[in-house]
C-alpha cells in the first residue's frame, strides 16, 4: 500500500490537502480576477426537455445532450458538439437565444496622470436561431455562439469622475460573469431548455 505524505509549501495561513492524487499544488485565483468569473468548460447537461415548455411528445431525438461550452477566449457557444434535433413536436416553431454578460476594469485617467479603476458590465450580442420550423415533426437546432463585448461597449457602461478624463481597459483580458441559453417553442412562455450559469 502506498504510503501519502504531505509537504509545507508555504508557513501562511492556508494549508494544502494532500491524497495519492495530488499532481500539485493548488491553483490559486490571480488578484484582480473576480470569483464569480467563469472559466472554460462545459456547462449544462440537458438529456430530456422541460414537459412545461415543450408540446406534447416532444424529446431530443438526436445530438444530445444538449450542452454550452466556454472557450478560453471566453466565447460561449451552445448546442453541445453540433446540431441537436428534437422530434415529436409536430408543426410547433421554435428559436433558441443566448446572451452574456462581461466585466472589465476600465482605467479612467486625467491630464495629470491621476488614473481610477471602474468596473464595467457589458453583455454582449444576443445570438439566436432565429425563427426555425420542423419538418416531418423534427426540428434542427444548430449550434450558436456568443460574441465579447469591444472596449466601446465597456466605455459607455462605465461612468469616470468627469467627461475630460481618457478610458482605457485594463490589462487583462474581460471576464465573463454569466451567461443564458434558451430554446422556445412558439406558444410557451417557459423555454424547454434552459442552460444558465454564473
Request: proline content about 7%; charged content about 5%.
Amino acid at each position: 500500500m502506498r504510503s501519502a505524505h504531505c509537504i509545507p509549501f508555504a508557513v501562511l495561513a492556508f494549508a494544502v490537502a494532500c491524497s495519492d492524487t495530488a499532481t500539485g499544488p493548488a491553483t490559486l485565483t490571480p488578484v484582480g480576477v473576480p470569483l464569480s468569473a467563469l472559466d472554460a468548460g462545459n456547462f449544462g447537461n440537458v438529456t430530456t426537455l422541460n414537459a412545461a415548455g415543450t408540446p406534447s411528445g416532444g424529446h431530443i431525438q438526436t445530438g444530445g445532450p444538449v450542452f454550452c461550452t466556454v472557450s478560453v477566449t471566453l466565447v460561449v457557444t451552445c448546442a453541445g458538439g453540433g446540431a441537436y434535433e428534437i422530434a415529436g413536436i409536430g408543426n410547433s416553431n421554435a428559436s433558441a437565444t443566448l446572451s452574456g454578460t462581461y466585466e472589465a476594469t476600465v482605467d479612467c485617467t486625467n491630464n495629470g496622470g491621476k488614473l481610477v479603476p471602474v468596473k464595467s458590465q457589458a453583455t454582449g450580442a444576443i445570438a439566436s436561431t432565429g425563427n426555425l420550423s420542423p419538418e416531418n415533426g423534427r426540428l434542427e437546432v444548430p449550434q450558436i455562439s456568443s460574441s465579447t463585448p469591444t472596449a466601446a461597449q465597456f466605455f459607455a457602461a462605465a461612468t469616470c469622475p468627469n467627461g475630460n478624463w481618457t478610458k482605457s481597459l485594463a490589462p487583462g483580458a474581460p471576464t465573463l460573469v454569466s451567461f443564458t441559453y434558451t430554446l422556445t417553442f412558439v406558444g410557451f412562455t417557459t423555454p424547454a431548455i434552459s442552460i444558465f450559469a454564473s
